[in-house]
């Protein structure tokens, strides 16, 4: 089918961790409310407002005692990770009832492609007020949806005009891009952060519509004037999306095969002094990359160790890898690589993050046997592991080391990317 004639839209959920709360809270309807850190601290930040709150001027990523500042009858909520993947389970099987090619792109924003649903629920804009409707009456969450014949076409019809719309809902094609999309500024355009809207301006590209007028061979030139030879990759996907030019399909369940498993922390360093502090938490990474790479089934044999260190004054880090004899998912291989590499490059000074990575990733189903080691022993003891932290939680198993001081995995076990559960 011709790219032209697909129907795709992008829903995204407004206010999603503030408006699941608000359907979990009747007694706050009427309240302005965040979604932040503990309400007894005030140093953490927003991670989701009402509109409510945002009309005092509230915003996502605002530090916690601003915003109380601003608004200073602000409900602030602590966040429930567990709660608000849930929710987003239950509104992708909404769209499900559509379609079945639904494409996650984050827990509020998913990509449709309701091209073969039409003949089965009426107009494009018939089956966003449906899907609307019925997302609002399964979850309390209100959805803005965009329309276009491109993902990319859909993304920023969401982001740009459907936001605004009352009834949230816009369709941007090749028919109206020229005269909605094109005059907006380039910041406004996909991907066009601060640092690239710098490098757009001073090469006199102003407009979204400045930059889909130009010939791709004159705006490849500026870029490799502005930005080096290395650029014209990054040229043509710029000018592909000023165009709305994105011929990639909208793929059911869209996750892949990964490339590699990582795990990683930013620490205080003020509590990352010594080995002593540090070797804790080195463990307890290998362990999360270990039992995320049996999970998915891979073994791998490239180990890398990243961290950053300060002495009060001047920052610095290294990131260095090794590969082992053979590809494993056992802690112990995979520590033994990783605390030989940190003792090798490691400054002497404080942590201010650290990470572990496992690549070079394989099927784990079959693996050669040791002459020195009991492989399957180990492998049925690792297995043994990953069922009772399945079936009983993370902290139902934890190494000695994590009841240390430095140590995080016990609090951890309670918080879903670092927000309580």
Excluded at 59 to 67: D, F, P, Q, V, Y
Excluded at 105 to 133: C, H, K, R
Excluded at 205 to 216: Q, S, W
Aim: net charge positive; glycine share 6%.
């Amino acid at each position: 089918m011709p790219v032209k004639d697909r129907v795709i839209m992008l829903a995204d959920c407004q206010s999603f961790y503030a408006s699941v709360e608000k359907a979990s809270h009747p007694e706050h309807a009427n309240k302005p409310i965040v979604v932040g850190a503990d309400p007894s601290r005030k140093s953490g930040i927003v991670l989701a407002a009402c509109p409510l709150a945002k009309s005092y001027g509230v915003s996502t990523a605002m530090r916690l005692g601003e915003a109380l500042g601003k608004c200073p009858q602000l409900v602030v909520i602590r966040p429930r990770m567990q709660t608000y993947i849930n929710v987003s389970l239950l509104i992708t099987e909404i769209y499900k009832s559509f379609t079945p090619l639904v494409e996650p792109f984050s827990i509020d924003e998913q990509f449709l492609d309701v091209t073969g649903s039409v003949s089965l629920y009426g107009p494009p804009i018939d089956i966003a007020n449906q899907m609307q409707n019925k997302v609002l009456l399964s979850t309390g969450v209100w959805t803005r949806i965009g329309c276009g014949p491109t993902k990319i076409l859909a993304k920023t019809a969401t982001d740009n005009f459907a936001k605004k719309q009352p009834d949230g809902i816009f369709t941007l094609d090749y028919e109206n891009m020229e005269s909605e999309l094109w005059p907006l500024p380039i910041s406004s355009m996909f991907m066009v952060a601060s640092r690239m809207t710098v490098h757009f301006v001073r090469m006199g590209i102003n407009t979204i519509g400045d930059l889909a007028r130009m010939e791709l061979h004159d705006f490849k030139r500026r870029m490799q004037q502005r930005m080096g030879k290395q650029s014209d990759i990054k040229a043509i996907y710029y000018w592909q999306t000023a165009r709305g030019i994105d011929p990639s399909p909208v793929v059911a369940g869209a996750f892949g095969k990964p490339k590699s498993v990582t795990r990683g922390r930013a620490l205080p360093w003020v509590l990352y002094q010594t080995l002593e502090d540090i070797e804790p938490l080195l463990l307890e990474l290998v362990i999360e990359v270990c039992r995320t790479s049996r999970y998915h089934k891979y073994k791998g044999r490239k180990v890398t160790v990243s961290a950053g260190t300060t002495n009060g004054v001047k920052s610095s880090g290294f990131s260095r890898q090794t590969t082992l004899d053979s590809s494993t998912c056992l802690e112990h291989h995979i520590l033994a690589a990783a605390h030989k590499l940190f003792m090798s490059h490691w400054d002497g000074n404080p942590l201010t993050h650290l990470a572990v990575d496992l690549s070079q990733l394989t099927d784990n189903s079959v693996y050669q046997l040791d002459l020195f080691e009991d492989l399957p022993r180990q492998h049925a003891l690792a297995a043994t592991k990953d069922r009772i932290k399945d079936r009983f939680g993370e902290a139902a198993i934890l190494s000695a080391a994590s009841l240390l001081k430095s140590g995080q995995a016990r609090e951890r076990a309670q918080k879903i990317g670092g927000h309580y559960k």
